[in-house]
């Protein structure tokens, strides 16, 4: 009789998996809360709630997302140490603005042809987002789909769930015309507008090996720089101040991010002049000849997250964080809305810049 097929032979190695999710154990394990033992290997992560005695009427509030075409960059450069941290901020920082801790964390990582060495590393990141987060990685996905994939690529998806208290999620319903909107500062892209920065460095033929005209430091690690995690910074400021929404600058930037938090009748009033355009945008700004109002729909521009909080309350956060020297800014307020959802003053600066 004929050799029957196998599924190494058609692509498939089920024993590196298995030598993969050995490997990977105390990444899961360091990131133990209570509620989860950082455990790996069932069909399903568990979470037990009621180790979390603080919550009394809790309200579980999820997120799922990846990054992007910021995936192409670290495969093209061979980093994979942060993509990880990425995935796990896209998701968490989705959680954090309606108030929420988040408590666990999911991935699915597929690939042609899995190369365990690759794949630790960006589970390692994973792992390391998620104590930022101080959330649990309780399970995942490891998929190997000959054909799906070309050599050396792999993609990434995060999960993750959260709980707050019910009278404590967010935006709340008392935003109003004065409000004022606090923005914190971005680390660099995030996870956003790479599909444009790509077709930029492939236009203009620009090496990411290359040291960028505005830093010592070379193109490609900066613009794989990872995505701030702000849930324990925003956890804390939410602990201590009335803080009515907070609106995370992902896809369609300053632009379509903030009014989504806003009550349809208001709209924000954003001063371009309020916070300095970082060298990075400003580089990608004349590189690709990108209009201003492009700017501010695309990218962060240097404003990752956005709080919003009473005239009185802004004030007190802003003291607070001036003496905790954290940097932020006042970069403009809530308005009745007449016709646009975000409206920019003083655009000139970043047309300037």
């Known amino acids: 009789m004929s050799k029957g097929f196998s599924y190494a032979e058609a692509g498939v190695n089920i024993d590196e998996g298995n030598r993969l999710i050995e490997m990977i154990k105390p990444f899961a394990r360091a990131t133990a809360r209570k509620g989860a033992d950082g455990s790996l290997g069932g069909f399903g992560g568990v979470f037990d709630l009621k180790a979390i005695k603080k919550f009394k009427d809790p309200v579980l509030v999820s997120g799922t997302d990846g990054v992007g075409t910021k995936l192409k960059l670290a495969q093209k450069l ?69 054909g799906m994939y070309n050599p050396g690529e792999y993609d990434l998806a995060g999960f993750s769930v959260g709980a707050a208290e019910r009278r404590n999620l967010l935006p709340k319903k008392d935003i109003k015309s004065g409000d004022i909107l606090i923005g914190l500062p971005s680390s660099g892209l995030h996870s956003n507008g790479f599909s444009l920065v790509n077709h930029i460095l492939e236009k203009k033929g620009i090496n990411l090996q290359d040291s960028a ?141």
Not at 109 to 132: E, Q, R, W, Y
């Open 213 to 353: 005209i505005f830093s010592s430091k070379k193109l490609g690690e900066i613009l794989l720089e990872p995505t701030t995690i702000y849930v324990k910074f925003c956890l804390s400021l939410l602990e201590r101040y009335k803080i009515k929404a907070l609106a995370h600058i992902t896809g369609g930037g300053l632009m379509e991010n903030v009014h989504r938090v806003l009550p349809a009748n208001l709209a924000a009033e954003i001063d371009c002049r309020s916070w300095p355009l970082p060298s990075l945008f400003k580089w990608l700004k004349a590189a690709g000849q990108i209009d201003s109002r492009e700017m501010l729909k695309t990218f962060n521009c240097g404003i990752g997250m956005v709080m919003v909080a009473s005239k009185s309350e802004a004030e007190k956060i802003s003291k607070a964080l001036k003496s905790a020297r954290k940097l932020h800014y006042i970069i403009g307020q809530v308005v009745t809305r007449k016709t646009e959802k975000t409206l920019f003053t003083n655009l000139k600066y970043f047309d300037e810049a």
């Open 78 to 146: 061979g980093l994979h140490d942060t993509i990880g941290i990425d995935l796990v901020a896209m998701c968490v920082n989705d959680i954090i603005v309606h108030g929420a801790e988040p408590l666990f964390f999911l991935d699915y990582f597929a690939t042609g042809k899995l190369d365990n060495k690759v794949a630790a590393s960006v589970i390692k990141g994973i792992a390391k987002g998620c104590k930022m987060a101080g959330c649990a990685l309780i399970g995942g996905e490891t998929a190997e789909m000959p």
